[in-house]
């Protein structure tokens, strides 16, 4: 079983920064791709960011420029920079984790609030 703890929300007040990171523990597949999506109240779940084992980074067009993810494969983290924070930003922050070897393995962290808001 793959487990996933994300760290690193909170509140945070606009213009502000936040550094996300999320552990994954567990047997993990060494070619996989670490994501980072969030949830709005009232919306549904979006991809911000991912980024595969090799580097090669994915982001929300809306999002580029100011959240950079990266990862540490040594450790199975990914991280999450988020600057220049909007209260359209705030949402529950999920951390994922997929690869496929003869099928696909997804799996999800709980999720960690971020509030902007003065």
């Known amino acids: 079983q793959v487990q996933l703890v994300e760290s690193g929300g909170g509140l945070v007040q606009p213009g502000g920064s936040l550094r996300l990171s999320c552990a994954a523990s567990?047997?993990?597949?060494?070619?996989?791709?670490m994501g980072w999506y969030r949830q709005a109240p009232g919306k549904q779940r979006e991809l911000v960011a991912s980024i595969t084992n090799g580097g090669t980074t994915n982001y929300a067009d809306s999002l580029k420029g100011r959240f950079t993810i990266s990862r540490d494969n040594a450790n199975n983290t990914v991280y999450l920079q988020m600057s220049s924070l909007k209260p359209e930003d705030t949402a529950v922050y999920y951390c994922?984790?997929?690869?496929?070897?003869?099928?696909?393995?997804?799996?999800w962290g709980l999720g960690t609030q971020v509030t902007v808001s003065s």
């Open positions: 567990g047997i993990i597949f060494r070619l996989n791709v």
């Open positions: 994922n984790i997929r690869w496929l070897f003869v099928r696909t393995y997804d799996y």
